[in-house]
Structures are given as C-alpha cells and as structure tokens.
C-alpha cells in the first residue's frame, strides 16, 4: 500500500475490544464462526485485499492469544506496510525506526526480561538498512522472537528493489530486472542467521493455503515459547507477497511465489537447537566451539582465569 | 559533618551519578575522549543489577535506548561527536514519541573524524538540529566535575519531568579532567514515580500504550507538535540555568560554557586586577539558552564577548539574546586546541581599548576584595 493511502485510516478507536464472534448459520445444523482474535483489535487494517500481511498480524494476534500473554507483550512495529500495526495488536507497541526494531526490542527486553517481546519487519527493513542491527541482537541471542516479511520488494513506497528481490525480478528500481552484476544477490536470511550461536529457532512458513496458513502458526508459537522458555532468539521467515506492487492478482502472486521464490526461499527448519539436543543456545554455543577451551562456559572453565 | 570528597574522572563521575540518579541502563559504543565513562558502567552496572550492553553501533545504542526508555526505565547513552551524529535519527525518534532519556556527549573536534582533542563545535548540532524535524531538547553545559555529577541528576530529572531526550554537553578536557566531587545520595530506581504511559505490557489491566513518532494525518502531528511546544515554552520559563561572575557593573560582558568558562573565568580575573570591568555570564544550561540572566547585563554591558571552542556558534545564541543593544564578538579556537587565557584576556584588553574602556580606580571590583 502506497503511503498517501495511509491517511484513510486514521482514526482508530481506543476501547477496550471484547472478543468479537460472529456466527453464520448454514443448513443442517452446521455454523461457521467467524472469531477476532483477543490480541487484534476491532480496527480496519491499512492492507491491500489479499496481502499476506493481514494474515500474518491475525497469526501472530491468535498465538498471543493461545500462550494467553497478549498482557505481558510488547510489540514492535516496523517501518514498511506494516507500520501501523502499532494501531491493530492489542498488546503493548513501539513504533520503531526503519529497520532498527531488533535494537528497540533489546531495550524492552532487557528492562523486562519476564516480559515477551517481538518485532514485526519486513524485508527492506530487516534485511538492508536494519542488517546490522538484526544480526547483532540474532548474534547476542536477544530472547525476542522475529516475524520477517519477505516480499521481495519495498511495499509500502511503492515497489522498489529489496535485498530479496530475485535476480531479473522487475520491480521499479530495476526496470530491466534486477542484474546481478550490478545490484548483486538476494539475501537469504534464515540460512545467514542460523551460522550465528544466538540463534535458537529459525525457520520458513508461507501462508499461500489454509495448510502452509496452520503449519506457519504452528512455527509462529514454536518461535514465542523459545523465547517464553529463555533458549534464545528466534526468527520466523514468512515468504511473501506484494499482489499491489507485483502487479498481479492474490491468486497470481502466490503463484509466482511458489515458482520463483520458493526454490530460492526453499521453506522449513533452519535451526532449533532444542532439536538438536540442547537446552538453550549457550549450550549448543559451546558444543559447537568445543575446541575452544575459553569459550566454554565457567562451569568447564574453572581454573583457566 | 565531613563531606564525603571523592577525586574523579569527569567521565566517571557522570557514570556514578547517573546509576545514583537511579539508572539501570546504559547502551553505547566505544569511542574517545568518553571511554572511561562506558567502562565504568561496564564495571558497576551488573552489580546494581542493571544493563551494560555495548551496541554494535550508536545508531542501535540510541534506539535500545528508545526501546529502554518505552519500557519505563531511566536509560543512558553516551559517545563522542561522530558517534553522536549517528544518534540523531533515535534521538529525533525519542523526541517524537515524547519519551525520557540522557544522552552525553564528550564532544572532540569535527568535522568528519576531526580530532580527538576537546572542542565545542557540537553546539548548534545540540542546540538546534540533532536529528529531523520539529524539536529541541534541554541541554546541560557543566564546567566542573562537580557539576557534572549534579548536572546528570537533573537531567534525569528534566527528562522524566517533560518527558524529553536531555543532552549533557561535555567535552574532553571535562571528561578526562580530575577534581574532587561530592556525589548526589543514590535514588532506589524503585521508588521513581510511576509511568502509566510506558509500554511494560498492559497485564489486562487497560487499552494498550503506544510509543510512536507516526501522525498521518496533519492536522494530527501539527497538534501533537503545538503541544510539544508548549512545553518547550514552559522550560524556557523555567528551566535556564546561568551563573554569573563580576557582571554586576561589567562593561564588557564574556560569555562561555564548559571547559573555554574556566579559561574566560581567569581572564576576568586578569582584566579586572588591571582595571577594567570585566564579567562572565557561564550558561548552564545551552538550550534553553538563559537570556533571563544575560537580561541582568544589559544595563552595564558595552560589549559581549563570546568564548568558545570553535569557529563561532554559542554566539548566535547570544545576538540574538543581545538583539543590538550592545556589540557581540567572538573569539576561539578550534581543531582540538583549548584558548589560553592570555588569548582571552588579549581580546578583553583589545575591546576596552577600542571602547575606551577601563582603566577605572574607584568602582572596580576584584572578586579578592569584594
Ligand atoms: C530512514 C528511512 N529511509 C527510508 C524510508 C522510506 N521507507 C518507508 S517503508 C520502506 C520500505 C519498506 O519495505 P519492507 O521493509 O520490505 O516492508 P514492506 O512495505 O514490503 O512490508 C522505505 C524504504 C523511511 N521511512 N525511513
Ligand atoms: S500488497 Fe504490497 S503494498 Fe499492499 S499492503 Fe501488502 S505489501 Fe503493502
Ligand atoms: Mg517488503
């Protein structure tokens, strides 16, 4: 969504939302019941129809809900299409800079550590202007959770170039495609962070079926129970799309989703080092480092000052 | 009773009375002339319980601040010029969601790398344009070690008050400077009032807080900014600080912050022992500059004298201020070189001849013998 578009949903209503229901009867006794997660509130979002953005907020609104810690939650919100999401979570948010969410996160985790703390970001501020600071609290094994955006694209001004788009991938900035000669390569986020010790849990979703939609939020709270549980900071990868600035239908666009990007993107588990027979990252850290006799934990390390 | 006198690094002494200011926070980045002040806090904070956390950079140093201060707690940053410049996106960030926090600088010479030698020519950057946008914040200029302790619990104080970033302008020389200091009673940051707008999770309790810098709607962000101002107009009315040496019946008028005061100070000193009527306005505070106490010369002033250590910024400050009634000159160094106060008083000496001025017998006042 283009930023003047913005300006049409200004005024949101500040009350204290009660758990929305709505039931539409069908024939044979059956209903459908349609139900506003506790965490989102009764607000109209700013998203383009069909954008996986207002998916992926209902997501992480519902595992707020299920962990029941929507009221010991801080949010923090990026900038891109989903800067006003400040205005939907019904939890606590922060407004954060472009890409430097990961650092405001660490300020609010570190002041409360019984706390849950995400960032919500997507690419351009994830993987390009915040770069530094997402691998530096991914590295210090900040115990935040991470919903990452990949769209491949910079939405909210209007379809520029990111640090995912695919090579020869057409977008305004490279109206030729994008020429790896010259722009370079895309970054693969979930492989990169997962080199780093900090990193408890990365993994891929997409959310193009009502399958891949269950099996994201099944990651989506793996991800906050890491951090709920102290093992270490965990990211979330969501391969996604931009149907406005794509210049395709929602269908179309998850079409060409699943045929250019997930070969690039391919989905699953990058690390989860509970997985791996570890208790917590230091642990997996100091397996991992295990010919390293200073950086074993003190401990094992008795005697060596 | 006997004072409890300590001898201290500028630098550690606005460490230790900020933890005695009761903050529990700090997040920087190394860089000279400020080092002894993150390793102090390196060394003292996991002790009291707190956070030392060095940021891979000042631009995430500055925003885990934000972060820090949303949450509710008292939090500092601290670096040097360069580092500094990087942190007026965050700062600009803080400002716009109205949230509370320090940030010091110890300024070293600029532009660019510059020089890591004492300078001032961070002034218009702290005074007028840190980072974009429609805003200020208060500015504490210390010239002491003293002062610098005191100046941090103020700070704190100002920022919570106004819910405004509070810069603490230092500069090398204060910072790597030693003197005796008597420390400030340390405040339990349990007791701190209370922050009902802070985002700590709403527990269930109310409608959730947010802390944003983001209004869409103009007539929204105008709003908020008219009131921000309207705060800025009640600082302004009360919240200059200023000290005043000899400027009672001072003919000519120095004006300096910092470290160039304690060389402006010595040179009235000089000046009067040879007869002229020299006087020095120290502006503690820069912004809100403290007009009301330059006010209190006008009625003897012949001529101001800016000192500083730079190519000529405060000065502006003090035009203005001045608005024509009388000359205003400046003089300073610059690039890391501190003026001497022989330079000084050459200027001083320069004015009242061109002014002819000086040279009184009767009403001339030496501080010794007043
Ligand atoms: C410092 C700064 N630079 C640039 C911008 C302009 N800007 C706003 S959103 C955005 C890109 C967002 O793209 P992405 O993170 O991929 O999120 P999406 O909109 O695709 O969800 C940019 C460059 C800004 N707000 N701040
Ligand atoms: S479709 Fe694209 S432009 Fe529209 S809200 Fe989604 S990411 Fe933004
Ligand atoms: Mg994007």
Redesign the pocket.
């Known amino acids: 969504m283009i930023?003047k578009d913005l300006t049409a949903r200004a005024e949101n209503v500040p009350v204290i939302p009660a758990r929305s229901e709505e039931i539409i009867e069908l024939a044979e006794g059956e209903k459908i019941v349609k139900t506003r997660p506790h965490a989102l509130l009764p607000v109209v979002t700013n998203y383009c129809p069909g954008c996986p953005?207002g998916i992926m907020n209902r997501l992480v609104a519902e595992v707020l809900d299920e962990l029941d810690i929507e009221g010991k939650t801080i949010g923090v919100a990026?900038?891109?299409?989903?800067?006003m999401s400040y205005d939907f979570f019904g939890c606590d948010m922060v407004e954060a800079?472009?890409?430097r969410s990961p650092a405001v996160a660490t300020g609010i985790k570190r002041v409360h550590p019984d706390k849950v703390v995400f960032a919500y970001?997507?690419?351009?501020?994830?993987a390009?202007?915040g770069m530094a600071e997402t691998v530096h609290a991914a590295t210090r094994g900040e115990k935040i959770t991470i919903i990452f955006?990949n769209?491949a694209?910079?939405?909210?001004?209007g379809g520029?170039m990111?640090p995912?788009s695919l090579p020869n991938q057409v977008t305004q900035t490279s109206p030729y495609g994008r020429d790896v000669h010259t722009a370079g390569f895309p970054v693969r986020i979930c492989e990169l962070l997962s080199t780093l010790d900090g990193v408890a849990y990365a993994e891929r979703v997409c959310v193009d079926s009502p399958k891949s939609i269950r099996n994201a939020k099944r990651a989506l709270k793996k991800a906050f129970e890491c951090q709920i549980e102290g093992i270490g900071y965990s990211i979330i990868e969501v391969v996604s799309t931009?149907p406005t600035?794509w210049g395709m239908t929602p269908q179309k666009a998850f079409e060409w989703m699943r045929e250019n990007m997930l070969p690039y993107y391919p989905l699953g588990v990058y690390r989860d080092v509970k997985a791996d027979g570890f208790q917590d990252i230091y642990g997996a850290a100091a397996k991992r480092a295990e010919g390293c006799p200073i950086a074993q934990p003190p401990a094992a390390n008795e005697g060596s000052k | 009773m006997a004072t409890n006198k300590v001898l201290m690094k500028g630098n550690e002494a606005l460490a230790e009375a900020a933890l005695r200011a009761g903050c529990r926070f700090f997040f920087g980045y190394p860089i000279t002339p400020q080092t002894e002040l993150a390793a102090y806090m390196s060394k003292r904070l996991p002790k009291e319980g707190g956070t030392y956390l060095q940021a891979e950079s000042e631009v995430a140093a500055i925003n885990m601040v934000y972060g820090a201060a949303a949450a509710g707690a008292r939090a500092m940053t601290s670096s040097s010029s360069p580092g500094i410049s990087l942190k007026g996106?965050g700062v600009s960030y803080i400002a716009g969601a109205d949230l509370p926090c320090v940030i010091i600088n110890v300024q070293r010479g600029g532009p660019g790398l510059g020089s890591i030698q004492p300078s001032q020519s961070d002034y218009w950057q702290a005074t007028r344009a840190l980072g974009h946008g429609d805003f200020f914040m208060p500015v504490f200029a210390p010239s002491t070690v003293q002062e610098m302790a005191n100046c941090v619990y103020d700070a704190f104080n100002v920022a919570d008050k106004y819910r405004t970033p509070v810069m603490i302008l230092a500069d090398g020389m204060l910072g790597q400077m030693m003197e005796p200091v008597v420390m400030p009673e340390p405040i339990d940051p349990a007791t701190l009032p209370e922050k009902p707008w802070a985002t700590c999770g709403h527990g269930g309790e109310r409608f959730h807080n947010v802390a944003n810098s983001l209004y869409l709607v103009a007539s929204k962000l105008e709003e908020k900014n008219v009131e921000r101002f309207k705060r800025y107009e009640i600082i302004k009315a009360t919240e200059q600080r200023a000290e005043t040496f000899l400027c009672e019946d001072a003919e000519i008028v120095l004006v300096a912050f910092g470290a160039s005061a304690r060389i402006a100070h010595s040179a009235v000193v000089t000046a009067r022992e040879k007869g002229i009527r020299a006087g020095l306005v120290r502006p503690i505070t820069l912004w809100p500059f403290p007009v009301d106490t330059l006010a209190t010369t006008f009625d003897t002033a012949r001529a101001y004298l800016s000192v500083e250590m730079n190519m000529g910024q405060m000065v502006d400050d003090v035009r203005l201020a001045v608005n024509g009634r009388a000359p205003v000159e400046f003089f300073g160094r610059t690039g890391g070189i501190i003026p001497t106060p022989a330079e000084v008083l050459a200027q001083i000496e320069r004015i009242a001849a061109e002014k002819g001025l000086g040279g009184c017998c009767c009403t001339c006042k030496n501080s010794d013998e007043a």
């Open positions: 930023e953005h990026p900038v891109g299409c989903s800067v800079a472009h890409g970001q997507g690419d351009g501020d994830l390009s202007i955006i769209n694209i910079y939405g909210m001004t520029q990111a995912t931009c600035n | 996106e």
